[in-house]
């Protein structure tokens, strides 16, 4: 459960850089351009290599125009070096190809096809997950709400409750910190009483985790409960229209930033499909 402490989502930082005043739909659609490029248009070449350099350069490069600081975005990310290093196994062990003698004599199969895999895909992810952070730290959660019902506002026409999907995507990364809060909370509280977690038979510890388990639950229902009865008190109502106290509007920033998004996303997705 130890692992628990180091996950940190969902925390707005206003700084007031110019990477805030961004329309959120212009960060939406770069983010989701840029994920697309990483995953499907990356190649395991030197062009490759060299596009996620350059997406990896803007990042840092706009992590230092929000003012936010490196350090503390790369220490965020790096408490998810266990998932890479799960990645970065997987691939390695599991992948056919070429095996490496040096460490076959020790009876471990690990192939070079699987160590290069390995290393384009935990580059990915990490780049991924840098942006997805930047987008996070840099919007605020009424932002991203106004920002995907404008996206999105074409499905109205399909009849898709845009308004309540964006409210749903709002409130579950409004309420990811205060999940994990409870988590410790309750898991400091099940010490405290002397239950002891990670010792012990399987038995035990799945006992000793559905002692955290059952309050969780509880106290998530009951959380979801109030803050149902307090937006119904507020007049919310599903399917309602909602107005906006404030009101988003693209500005010249940010139809430079998506028309340089928008041609490096073609070009690439270009690149790759002639490469096919």
Known sequence: MDFLKKINLGRYIDTGSPVHKLDPRTKLITLISLSLVIFYSVSPDSAG????????????LIIILSRISIKYVLKCILKYLWFFLLIVIFHS???????????EQYGIIVTYEGVHGASLMATKLFIVVLCTYI??????????????KKLCSFLKIFKVPVDDLAMMVTLAIRFIPTFFKEIRKITAAQKARGVVFGEGSIKRRIKAISL????????TFKRADELNTAMICRGYRAGAVRSSYKRIRMRMGDYCVLL????FFSFSMLRRFYAI
């Open 135 to 148: 987008f996070i730290l840099t919007t605020s959660p009424l932002e991203i709400t106004n920002g995907i």
């Open 49 to 60: 290599i060299l596009t996620l350099a350059a997406i990896l350069s803007a990042s840092l």
């Open 260 to 263: 340089t998004v928008l041609a």
């Open 212 to 219: 955290v388990i059952t309050p969780i639950f509880y106290n």
């Open 93 to 103: 062990f599991f992948t056919p190809g070429r095996v490496m003698p040096m460490l």
